[in-house]
């Protein structure tokens, strides 16, 4: 089938112990591609793989053109392997997806709502089943995100993502070392669209979180992201600190107005108040600072590749594509 546009579209996507899903994943990938972009590369990036992923995906890069493979030293988790396929993605658009889960199919129509809009497009899937607490606890972490946290994460959004190469740009800018993709992308400031699709199974499992998995994730997105729950801690401790303002007026108060008091009952009072007091301005100031210390740290490398390789085979429009042929 002839191409149909001659717009530069980079796939990225993060394997981890996928050495079964390989192979049909290029199938579906490479046909795609041919059909609509002349210009186009798969960027796989091996995150610390233990079952032979690597090796699976070099005999394949002899059949299957425009693949690179990056495999990284260890396993650094979903979002940093992303953003080592960002960094080596060339593309106008690029477009991550998920092995398992992601249906391929939809890459022209995330790569048009890109071109058309100049906005990073997010899958979002209907909502599948979980358990009350699950559910409950993905309607509050939501909630705090947008109306506490400011970080307007979407709903039930996925993997599957389609940026433009100025958005890219940004993103691979920031160092911080715990990240969110999917909270990055409206800091930056760039127009967000949403493309609803129904999820695939390449492994015929079904995908499972546990609750203590989902938790740790959410605490580590809001850690990571802001340092609002530091400010709140700060007003609190300065809620604190004025109470105590308060109680000891009211020390005062009731040793001037009353005229029978227990012995040591001021002294002891006074103590005590003044050191809550002292103790909460404190904590106000220490969580100032750590904020801004979080703010202004985390500059040790994202994370190191251990090896590169090429597809062996080129793309029909070789001479328009920058993909180097050779890993130094």
Known sequence: MTAVSSVFVSVVCRLRDERGLVEPLLDDLVRVLRAHYENWEIVLVDDGSRDGTTARVKELLGRYEGVRLLRLSRAFGLDVALTAGLESAIGDVVV????????PEIIPQLVDVVRRENAAVYGVAPARRRGFLREAGGRIFHWLCRR??????EPHSTQLRALPRQAVN??????DRHRYLRALTPYIGYETRTVQYRPISRSGRPARESLFD???AAIAVIVGNSTRPLRIVSWLALLAAFLNVLYIAYVFAVRIFKTRVAEGWMTLSLQNAGMFLLLFLILA???????RILDETRERPLYY??????????VPSAERRNVVRESR
């Not at 506490?148 to 994460?153: K, M, S």
């Not at 100031?285 to 904020?291: A, C, D, F, Q």
């Not at 590749?305 to 080129?314: D, K, P, T």
Request: proline share 5%.
């Open 96 to 103: 991550t997806l998920s092995a398992e889960s992601d249906p």
């Open 148 to 153: 506490v946290l400011d970080l307007p994460i």
């Open 170 to 175: 940004a993103i691979v800018e920031i160092k």
């Open 214 to 216: 989902a938790a740790d």
């Open 285 to 291: 100031v220490v969580t100032e600072y750590v904020g």
């Open 305 to 314: 590749i251990a090896e590169e390789a090429n597809s062996s085979v080129m």
